[in-house]
Structure formats: structure tokens, C-alpha cells
């Protein structure tokens, strides 16, 4: 069962911002969700801490000042805090998004990584924990659940702080350690202090991590896992993966020396450190060009060679057969040594190639013609990258293997497409929940008279039901507010009872009143045009009998002087805007009010011969 149907959270806005979509994972003492910030209209990472710890006050006050500490902090390899705050028991974090996966998922897949790829996962990771340390921040936990490797290839550190909050809170009161115990320095164990040198402590553990793919200590309790790390020594990388090269094991055993003194003084002499180890790596490839293959200071090689009888002195008739057989021999080490010599002096690595935003299929051609096997993994869903466009591959590009080694290509599926579900006569909350479910947004809600709908019942959905989209799409959701009466007044009597009687409502209920307004004209209604009504509700019109005394001022005032009348072209049942031009390019001025919402005039007022330049009401 897909547990992110069962959150609570999911489909709920945290503050009034940020729209959760779904959740990405779920640790010990926060869950990850997808969001929108619905106000800068981007995806963003939302870290939620359990209910347990967002109840806690000396938490949430340590949790609030890490955040603004960590948000301060600006580096390409550590994930940026936008945002953080409360939405009643929710405490959250906001953070870049980053599809991708961490580095412990790539450990689950992997196994052990080669040295040269080891360092190049760990060098940006020591630049982001340097650079913290120089902030003055200590990171506290770090391990390879917090380490990301994001789609492009990029190395991402996050949780920076989080442990320092969880430390000064009530949690701890129990006697539990802060931090994870296989990466968990000495000092940390036995004093529950922590400075810069326990981050890299643990940077060690991982670099000794992904050089054999196991843990240094294993145990049947944590706490027995603890007293190793107290007690013993972490052993030499090459003795699990004896192609480790000599300047990573001194690498390991600086960054874990059980005495916080020994080790380099913060990440970011470790990072020197690495580097170093790095370049001496891609020298010691280079040095490979001689004819004899060098190898790392302090690693002898002997060669061995057979022990060859010499022939006796005497003065005995010799046999030549041994003579050419030392011959053969030496030939044959001599090839021997040519050969080890041609073998050291190729390169044996490559960089897998930039194969993104290319054709799959170009692109498996370009592989293989560089040597490399290729495999043509599951696609992928993207809305932006068009199908069978390359998204990805497996070792990402430039990172550096051994030649023949596999590649494996991600291929863009396109933007998943749905279909937009049935919502009409849902309520307003189980009409969202559908959309929701069909992997839509609702963007906005409009509301609209319906004779048909009930009032806070859904009407239709624009797209409409069963039209194919992308996936997270918006949908305009209309919600009916009942029927409401049809405003006639300004029309002409005959035209309004005309109009009422095509919806079905009775046209005979008229008074008739002495008024100011021109005979015939509708006054006034009751209900009143907009008011919500029953579908056998009667419509009653009062309407104007016209003035006493005459309607025109000049028959009123001889003095005066009457304008010339026109006739009013009859522009009933014609487009309104086509009308309107009409009325308009014959000297009128015009109004246009709505009552239905179609495209055709259903009345106009008034209409026979009028002054030159009278204002003509046109309904629509």
C-alpha cells in the first residue's frame, strides 16, 4: 500500500504556503515531503519533525536558531534552508529539492566503490563540511543517509544542526547518545562532547565505508558497537579491499585516530588531505606511461625469478639442450617484462561521456563506440525532458572507470499523462480529493448559477472529465451556487416576459406603475435578479407605465428644441460584439449587461426611433 495515501499531511498546506504532494521518506525523528510553495510557485524539500519533538518548547527554541544558523550558510554542496516554522503541532524545515538519492542507497546498490570515485564523493562533501566548520557549525551526524547525490551529479550535504537540537532538548534526558553510533567518534561515546574533529571522525568512517562497503564495526547491540569505537582501532581499508592504494588507508587511519589531537584539525584539513590522495592517484596512472609500471612510495614488488643449474666444468662432452632452454627462458621473461610494461603504460580507465540530452539511442551507439557495455534501464517520467531523451546514467558522466565497465542509460518517458476525473455532483473537499488522487491540482474555484446542481456541489471541472494531461497539472474547479433569479429590469416588457418564458418560468406576473422610466421598461423584480431561488419560483415584474406628464423634456419645455430621431437597428439574437460595432458605428452609445452568459443578444432597450446619440442597454 503506497503509505503516502495514509499521511495525514499529505494534501494539506503547512502554513498557509507550502502544499505537500507527497512524501519522499520517513526517519527517526522527521519525515521528508514534497511540496509547492504555493506563494514563489517551486518544489521544495519539507522536513517535518515528529510529533514528539515539535512538543517539546526547548527543542522547537534550539530547533528555530540551528535553522537560522544553517540558513546563513551558502555553499554548493550543502542543501539551503529556505524557510522554517510552526503550523500548529508541525515544526518543519524548507529546503532545496534535489531528485536523486543518497549515498547509502548507492552503497545498497553498489557495494564497495573504487578509490578514485571514493574520493570524488568525499571531496565535495569535506568542502561543505569545512566550510560549516569555518561558520563555526558543526554538523554532528554526518553519515551517508545525509549525503545526497543529486540526478546531475552534484553532492549534497543536509541535516546540519538538526543533532544540536535534538541534543538540548528532553529527548536526551533518558541517557540517549545524539548521533548514529557507527559513525559516532570516542569522544562522543564516552563524554557526549562533540567538536569539529567528530565530524571528521565520522567523514573517516564513511571514506572507510566506501572503500570496502561495510561498516568498521559490527555488533549485536549498539552499545557494543560503541565500545569499539572507544576501544579498537579502525583497521586498514585494504585489508577488506586490498586494491586500496596506501595514501587512502593513512587517509582513514588520520581521520579516526581514537584522539581527537591526531586527526586533521577540521574538515577542511582533511579536505587538503584528500585532494592530495586524489592527485597521487591520477600521477600514479600517469607515471604508467614508462615502460615499467611505478607504483605508490613504500610498496615494493619483487620479481621472481627460476634459480638456472649451470652445466659442469669437466671435460666431459656438453649437452646443448640446456643452454637453449636458459635461452627460451630468458626470451620468455623478457616478453614477460615487455608485456607488464605495455599493460602498465595503457590507460585503463575513461571517463563515462556526457550522453545527456541526446537520443537513447544515439547515445548507446556513442557508448559502445567508446568501449563501454550499455544497458537501457526502466524510463523515467519527466514533464520536461521529451521521450527517449537521455535523463541520467549509471555511473554519472565523468566520473571515472575501468574501460569496458557498464553504463546504464535512463531515458526520459515524457510527462506522464492522466485523466482527469469525473467530479460533477461531488462536494467541493471530495471533488479536490479526487483531482488529488488523480495526480492533479486544483489552481482555483469558480462559482457559477446552475438549475440543474445543487448549491456547493461541483458543476464541471476545466479540462474537462476524461481529457488526457500532465501529471500535477492544474484544474479549474466549478462549484455551483443554486439558481439564481435572472435580473430583467431595464428591458422592454415584451422582451423580458419573451426571455422568462424560454426558462420555463411564468411571464404573467406584471404590475404596471406610474414612473419616470420610458413605458414598458421592467423597474424592478421580485426575487430580485441574483437571489437564490427554487426552479417553480415565480418571477414578478413591476413595470413602468411612464411619467404623468409627458416623457420627453421638449414636450415638456417648448423652449426646447427637439433632436432628430433615428431608428434603432434591431439587433436582437446577433453576436453581442458584432452588435455592439453595429450600434456603435450608427452614432449610439451602448452598454452590455449580462444575464445569461451566451454569446447572442436576447434583448436590447430601447428600440423604434430615439435621439441621435441615446445609450442602448443590450442583454446578453
Given at each position: 500500500m503506497d503509505t503516502t495515501l495514509t499521511d495525514p499531511l499529505v494534501g494539506q498546506t503547512l502554513d498557509g504556503r507550502y502544499r505537500v504532494e507527497s512524501r519522499i521518506a520517513r526517519g527517526g525523528?522527521?519525515?521528508?515531503?514534497?511540496?509547492?510553495?504555493?506563494?514563489?510557485?517551486?518544489?521544495?524539500?519539507?522536513?517535518?519533525?515528529?510529533?514528539?519533538?515539535?512538543?517539546?518548547?526547548?527543542?522547537?527554541?534550539?530547533?528555530?536558531?540551528?535553522?537560522?544558523?544553517?540558513?546563513?550558510?551558502?555553499?554548493?554542496?550543502?542543501?539551503?534552508?529556505?524557510?522554517?516554522?510552526?503550523?500548529?503541532?508541525?515544526?518543519?524545515?524548507?529546503?532545496?529539492?534535489?531528485?536523486?538519492?543518497?549515498?547509502?542507497?548507492?552503497?545498497?546498490?553498489?557495494?564497495r566503490i573504487p578509490a578514485r570515485e571514493a574520493l570524488e564523493i568525499m571531496i565535495p562533501v569535506l568542502a561543505a563540511l569545512g566550510a560549516a566548520h569555518q561558520a563555526g557549525l558543526i554538523h554532528r551526524d554526518v553519515k551517508p543517509e545525509n549525503v545526497l547525490l543529486t540526478e546531475d551529479g552534484r553532492v549534497k550535504v543536509v541535516d546540519f544542526g538538526l543533532a544540536r537540537a535534538i541534543e538540548a532538548s528532553n529527548q536526551t534526558k533518558s541517557?540517549?547518545?545524539?548521533?548514529?553510533?557507527?559513525?559516532?567518534?570516542?569522544?562522543?561515546?564516552?563524554?557526549?562532547?562533540?567538536?569539529?574533529?567528530?565530524?571528521?571522525?565520522?567523514?573517516?568512517?564513511?571514506?572507510?565505508?566506501?572503500?570496502?562497503?561495510?561498516?568498521?564495526?559490527?555488533?549485536?547491540?549498539?552499545?557494543?558497537?560503541?565500545?569499539?569505537?572507544?576501544?579498537?582501532?579502525?583497521?586498514?581499508?585494504?585489508?577488506?579491499?586490498?586494491?586500496?592504494?596506501?595514501?587512502?588507508?593513512?587517509?582513514?587511519?588520520?581521520?579516526?585516530?581514537?584522539?581527537?589531537?591526531?586527526?586533521?584539525?577540521?574538515?577542511?584539513?582533511?579536505?587538503?588531505?584528500?585532494?592530495?590522495?586524489?592527485?597521487?592517484?591520477?600521477?600514479?596512472?600517469?607515471?604508467?606511461?614508462?615502460?615499467?609500471?611505478?607504483?605508490?612510495?613504500?610498496?615494493q614488488h619483487t620479481t621472481v625469478q627460476p634459480s638456472l643449474d649451470l652445466p659442469p666444468a669437466a671435460p666431459v662432452k656438453r649437452n646443448l639442450r640446456p643452454v637453449w632452454f636458459v635461452a627460451g627462458l630468458a626470451l620468455l621473461m623478457l616478453a614477460g617484462i615487455a608485456f607488464s610494461g605495455w599493460y602498465f603504460s595503457q590507460e585503463r580507465y575513461?571517463?563515462?561521456?556526457?550522453?545527456?540530452?541526446?537520443?537513447?539511442?544515439?547515445?548507446?551507439?556513442?557508448?559502445?563506440?567508446?568501449?563501454?557495455?550499455?544497458?537501457?534501464?526502466?524510463?523515467?517520467?519527466?514533464?520536461?525532458?521529451?521521450?527517449?531523451?537521455?535523463?541520467?546514467?549509471?555511473?554519472?558522466?565523468?566520473?571515472?572507470?575501468?574501460?569496458?565497465?557498464?553504463?546504464?542509460?535512463?531515458?526520459?518517458?515524457?510527462?506522464?499523462?492522466?485523466?482527469?476525473?469525473?467530479?460533477?455532483?461531488?462536494?467541493?473537499?471530495?471533488?479536490?480529493?479526487?483531482?488529488?488522487?488523480?495526480?492533479?491540482?486544483?489552481?482555483?474555484?469558480?462559482?457559477?448559477?446552475?438549475?440543474?446542481?445543487?448549491?456547493?456541489?461541483?458543476?464541471?471541472?476545466?479540462?474537462?472529465?476524461?481529457?488526457?494531461?500532465?501529471?500535477?497539472?492544474?484544474?479549474?474547479?466549478?462549484?455551483?451556487?443554486?439558481?439564481?433569479?435572472?435580473?430583467?429590469?431595464?428591458?422592454?416588457?415584451?422582451?423580458?416576459?419573451?426571455?422568462?418564458?424560454t426558462k420555463g418560468y411564468p411571464g404573467d406576473c406584471v404590475n404596471e406603475v406610474t414612473d419616470d422610466a420610458a413605458p414598458g421598461t421592467v423597474i424592478a423584480q421580485e426575487p430580485a435578479g441574483g437571489a437564490e431561488m427554487e426552479p417553480t419560483t415565480k418571477i414578478c415584474m413591476t413595470v413602468s407605465k411612464g411619467p404623468d406628464t409627458p416623457f420627453w423634456p421638449w414636450e415638456r419645455d417648448p423652449s426646447i428644441a427637439a433632436p432628430d430621431f433615428v431608428n434603432v437597428p434591431d439587433v436582437r439574437f446577433k453576436d453581442v460584439n458584432d452588435a455592439r460595432r453595429e450600434l456603435e458605428s450608427a452614432g449610439f452609445e451602448v452598454k452590455v449587461r449580462k444575464v445569461v452568459g451566451g454569446r447572442r443578444v436576447i434583448s436590447q432597450n430601447p428600440v423604434g426611433a430615439v435621439p441621435q446619440g441615446t445609450r442602448i442597454t443590450l442583454w446578453h
Open positions: 525523528m522527521a519525515s521528508v515531503y514534497l511540496a509547492l510553495d504555493i506563494r514563489l510557485d517551486r518544489m521544495v524539500a519539507v522536513k517535518v519533525m515528529h510529533r514528539s519533538l515539535a512538543e517539546d518548547p526547548q527543542f522547537v527554541r534550539r530547533f528555530i536558531g540551528e535553522a537560522k544558523s544553517v540558513a546563513s550558510l551558502s555553499h554548493p554542496n550543502v542543501v539551503h534552508v529556505f524557510d522554517q516554522g510552526t503550523d500548529g503541532d508541525h515544526v518543519y524545515l524548507s529546503m532545496e529539492y534535489f531528485p536523486g538519492k543518497t549515498l547509502r542507497d548507492v552503497l545498497r546498490e553498489r557495494g541517557g540517549i547518545m545524539i548521533g548514529t553510533i557507527a559513525y559516532m567518534s570516542p569522544e562522543q561515546v564516552t563524554a557526549g562532547v562533540a567538536d569539529v574533529r567528530a565530524d571528521v571522525y565520522a567523514a573517516g568512517i564513511v571514506l572507510y565505508e566506501l572503500l570496502t562497503g561495510h561498516q568498521p564495526y559490527q555488533g549485536e547491540s549498539p552499545m557494543s558497537v560503541a565500545y569499539r569505537h572507544v576501544h579498537d582501532s579502525v583497521p586498514a581499508p585494504s585489508a577488506l579491499a586490498p586494491e586500496t592504494p596506501p595514501a587512502l588507508d593513512a587517509l582513514v587511519r588520520s581521520a579516526t585516530a581514537k584522539d581527537p589531537a591526531q586527526r586533521p584539525n577540521d574538515a577542511a584539513a582533511m579536505l587538503v588531505a584528500a585532494v592530495e590522495a586524489h592527485r597521487g592517484l591520477a600521477a600514479a596512472r600517469v607515471s604508467g606511461q614508462h615502460s615499467v609500471p611505478t607504483f605508490p612510495p613504500g610498496v575513461a571517463k563515462v561521456p556526457d550522453l545527456l540530452k541526446q537520443n537513447v539511442k544515439l547515445a548507446e551507439q556513442a557508448a559502445r563506440k567508446l568501449g563501454f557495455q550499455v544497458k537501457i534501464g526502466e524510463p523515467r517520467f519527466d514533464g520536461k525532458v521529451a521521450k527517449d531523451i537521455v535523463l541520467e546514467t549509471q555511473p554519472a558522466e565523468g566520473v571515472e572507470v575501468e574501460k569496458g565497465s557498464l553504463v546504464t542509460i535512463i531515458a526520459s518517458a515524457g510527462p506522464e499523462m492522466v485523466v482527469v476525473p469525473k467530479v460533477e455532483n461531488s462536494s467541493e473537499a471530495d471533488a479536490r480529493l479526487k483531482i488529488s488522487e488523480a495526480g492533479l491540482t486544483v489552481s482555483r474555484v469558480r462559482k457559477s448559477a446552475s438549475d440543474k446542481i445543487a448549491r456547493g456541489l461541483a458543476i464541471r471541472s476545466d479540462p474537462v472529465v476524461g481529457k488526457r494531461v500532465r501529471k500535477g497539472s492544474s484544474v479549474v474547479l466549478v462549484i455551483s451556487v443554486g439558481l439564481l433569479a435572472p435580473d430583467v429590469t431595464g428591458m422592454m416588457r415584451d422582451q423580458a416576459q419573451q426571455f422568462l418564458q
